[in-house]
């Protein structure tokens, strides 16, 4: 411990660390708070900062790595009565522990922002802690092994192309890389332990790598390194990063009048926002139909065996489902505006109604009540999202936004309920 604490004062990366934890909280805090209150949201949310901060705390580890060739300690740490994997072994955890500090500010901000109304869903907020921690550790991996093999400003170079280069590769795989805190997805355990048991087997290699071996050997001496990186890539690629969660039986919260909207445990600080929704789709006209119950997704579902042995999670059984995406509100008004539609110009049911006749321009009014819908649901405030939609598309939507933002509510269900009887009248029995 005394070697290690003496490493811990004299590492070169204590200086890089005022920019890392200032970069970390902007990255965590600049970018937006919805995440704050709720649990997988806010530990998600912290530990996207080392994807990004890995571009620079990847040179600094190779930087730290190189300290003895820099100042010319080889022999002097060779000649020591430690054995010099053990002093190697020091330097890199001191290194790790350093680098790790800003990212476990970031997590401790984050926690301290959520904790105060202690919602449910800690455990979901502690893998998310690990997997940052990992990213954190693997970036560490990457500078140091860089650092071992080449000059130091070179190694440093190399170190922060390399780490980019990763991010590229391992987000080529869907979900490898998490930028959301999905309440009906958890960390899977299994993959976690396998990344960290990966990583750590590089860091216990890497502090084997000499201090300075002759150039024609370093790359023959790194191969207990080179086939633990191995293992960290395999592990990266073959395991999954999320699970689905098992739905829940009890403590689900909903904003229980008019159209029952349910969401996780984890998400009961957007009822509030749920109940405006539930009454302004109460307020409806008459000729609007509404269903039942919404459900957040995920929060009822079934697994089924396919026919090639893998198990599938169907979702959208016993009613429609909607996504918080953000804290945003336009994120699940314009799903339950859909679910609405449905149900109120029976979509579904062929016999019912003739839509396979609906003409360009009778479809084009269907679009502009569509996103008066979603714009009403919303409270009457423009989007905050943007779309790559076809034009006449977009203008139509514009359109039924405006009508939203701009016209007073009895004019606007006036038109509506108008809409509503029209077209309904033109192509339904």
Same mark, same amino acid.
């Given at each position: 411990?005394?070697?290690?604490?003496?490493?811990?004062?004299?590492?070169?990366?204590?200086?890089?660390?005022?920019?890392?934890?200032?970069?970390?909280?902007?990255?965590?805090?600049?970018?937006?708070?919805?995440?704050?209150?709720?649990?997988?949201?806010?530990?998600?949310?912290?530990?996207?900062?080392?994807?990004?901060?890995?571009?620079?705390?990847?040179?600094?580890?190779?930087?730290?790595?190189?300290?003895?060739?820099?100042?010319?300690?080889?022999?002097?740490?060779?000649?020591?009565?430690?054995?010099?994997?053990?002093?190697?072994?020091?330097?890199?955890?001191?290194?790790?522990?350093?680098?790790?500090?800003?990212?476990?500010?970031?997590?401790?901000?984050?926690?301290?922002?959520?904790?105060?109304?202690?919602?449910?869903?800690? +455990?979901?907020?502690?893998?998310?802690?690990?997997?940052?921690?990992?990213?954190?550790?693997?970036?560490?991996?990457?500078?140091?092994?860089?650092?071992?093999?080449?000059?130091?400003?070179?190694?440093?170079?190399?170190?922060?192309?390399?780490?980019?280069?990763?991010?590229?590769?391992?987000?080529?795989?869907?979900?490898?890389?998490?930028?959301?805190?999905?309440?009906?997805?958890?960390?899977?355990?299994?993959?976690?332990?396998?990344?960290?048991?990966?990583?750590?087997?590089?860091?216990?290699?890497?502090?084997?790598?000499?201090?300075?071996?002759?150039?024609?050997?370093?790359?023959?001496?790194?191969?207990?390194?080179?086939?633990?990186?191995?293992?960290?890539?395999?592990?990266?690629?073959?395991?999954?990063?999320?699970?689905?969660?098992?739905?829940?039986?009890?403590?689900?919260?909903?904003? +229980?009048?008019?159209?029952?909207?349910?969401?996780?445990?984890?998400?009961?600080?957007?009822?509030?926002?749920?109940?405006?929704?539930?009454?302004?789709?109460?307020?409806?006209?008459?000729?609007?139909?509404?269903?039942?119950?919404?459900?957040?997704?995920?929060?009822?579902?079934?697994?089924?065996?396919?026919?090639?042995?893998?198990?599938?999670?169907?979702?959208?059984?016993?009613?429609?489902?909607?996504?918080?995406?953000?804290?945003?509100?336009?994120?699940?008004?314009?799903?339950?505006?859909?679910?609405?539609?449905?149900?109120?110009?029976?979509?579904?049911?062929?016999?019912?109604?003739?839509?396979?006749?609906?003409?360009?321009?009778?479809?084009?009014?269907?679009?502009?009540?569509?996103?008066?819908?979603?714009?009403?649901?919303?409270?009457?405030?423009?989007?905050?999202?943007?779309?790559?939609?076809?034009?006449?598309?977009?203008?139509?939507?514009?359109?039924?936004?405006?009508?939203?933002?701009?016209?007073?509510?009895?004019?606007?269900?006036?038109?509506?309920?108008?809409?509503?009887?029209?077209?309904?009248?033109?192509?339904?029995?």
């Amino acid at each position: 411990m005394r070697t290690l604490w003496f490493h811990l004062r004299i590492a070169p990366v204590r200086w890089y660390l005022p920019v890392l934890l200032l970069l970390d909280l902007g990255v965590l805090l600049i970018r937006d708070t919805y995440w704050a209150g709720v649990w997988p949201e806010a530990g998600a949310a912290a530990q996207v900062p080392p994807y990004l901060l890995g571009a620079l705390s990847a040179p600094a580890a190779a930087w730290a790595a190189s300290a003895p060739v820099r100042h010319g300690m080889t022999e002097q740490i060779g000649a020591a009565q430690v054995h010099p994997a053990v002093v190697e072994a020091c330097r890199l955890g001191s290194t790790g522990l350093l680098l790790s500090l800003p990212y476990l500010v970031g997590q401790s901000v984050a926690f301290a922002m959520t904790a105060p109304n202690w919602p449910p869903g800690i +455990s979901l907020w502690w893998g998310y802690v690990a997997l940052g921690e990992f990213v954190v550790l693997l970036s560490v991996a990457l500078g140091w092994f860089v650092g071992k093999l080449l000059s130091p400003v070179f190694a440093a170079l190399v170190a922060a192309l390399g780490w980019v280069l990763l991010v590229v590769i391992v987000n080529l795989a869907p979900g490898n890389i998490v930028l959301r805190g999905r309440p009906e997805m958890m960390v899977n355990t299994v993959g976690l332990g396998v990344r960290i048991l990966a990583v750590g087997t590089l860091l216990a290699a890497l502090a084997w790598l000499p201090l300075k071996p002759p150039s024609n050997w370093r790359i023959i001496q790194a191969w207990p390194s080179v086939v633990a990186a191995l293992a960290v890539v395999f592990a990266l690629s073959a395991v999954g990063t999320l699970t689905p969660r098992n739905p829940v039986q009890k403590a689900v919260a909903c904003a +229980s009048e008019g159209p029952r909207i349910c969401v996780w445990p984890e998400q009961r600080k957007y009822l509030p926002e749920l109940r405006e929704v539930s009454e302004r789709v109460r307020a409806l006209p008459a000729a609007f139909q509404w269903p039942v119950e919404l459900n957040a997704v995920g929060l009822k579902q079934q697994r089924q065996l396919g026919s090639n042995g893998e198990v599938r999670v169907v979702d959208d059984l016993e009613a429609p489902t909607f996504e918080i995406i953000q804290g945003s509100i336009w994120s699940y008004s314009g799903s339950i505006a859909s679910a609405i539609q449905v149900r109120t110009f029976q979509f579904a049911d062929a016999d019912a109604c003739a839509w396979n006749r609906l003409t360009p321009s009778d479809e084009r009014r269907l679009l502009v009540l569509d996103a008066w819908l979603e714009g009403y649901l919303a409270g009457s405030s423009r989007p905050d999202y943007r779309t790559d939609a076809p034009a006449e598309i977009q203008q139509a939507w514009e359109e039924g936004w405006s009508i939203a933002s701009e016209k007073g509510k009895s004019d606007q269900f006036s038109w509506a309920e108008r809409e509503v009887v029209d077209l309904r009248g033109r192509y339904c029995k």
